[in-house]
């Protein structure tokens, strides 16, 4: 669950950060004028990413064991379902790279 939360802080950053620069150009596949018109949207995702990374260290930190499963469930869904919704809409890579891992994370609490 760490992998994924810091997964998410790794996006972040790409997104809020390095979207308008040579790693976050070379990364999405964008033109500098089109990173550069789109950065406020990417900051926001950014942003987002933030969240579920927040979501999750919380999850992985909380000193209940039954609240801090459910967080994890609830965390490690969220990061599954906008994944594939990632997936759906933008490109098919985000499956394996947000979906995936998030996953067999979720498999593994449940386990």
Avoid at 44 to 51: K, T, V
């Amino acid at each position: 669950m760490l992998l994924i939360a810091g997964l998410h802080i790794y996006f972040l950053v790409l997104e809020m950060f390095m979207w308008t620069k040579p790693l976050g150009l070379k990364t999405f596949r964008l033109t500098p004028e089109f990173a550069e018109q789109s950065k406020a949207l990417a900051a926001n995702q950014g942003l987002y990413n933030g969240f579920l990374a927040a979501g999750l260290l919380w999850a992985f930190f909380h000193p209940q064991p039954e609240m801090a499963q459910q967080l994890r469930l609830f965390f490690l869904g969220c990061v599954i379902v906008a994944g594939i919704y990632g997936a759906a809409t933008a490109s098919k890579k985000i499956l394996y790279i947000q979906a995936m891992p998030a996953a067999i994370a979720l498999l593994i609490c449940l386990i």
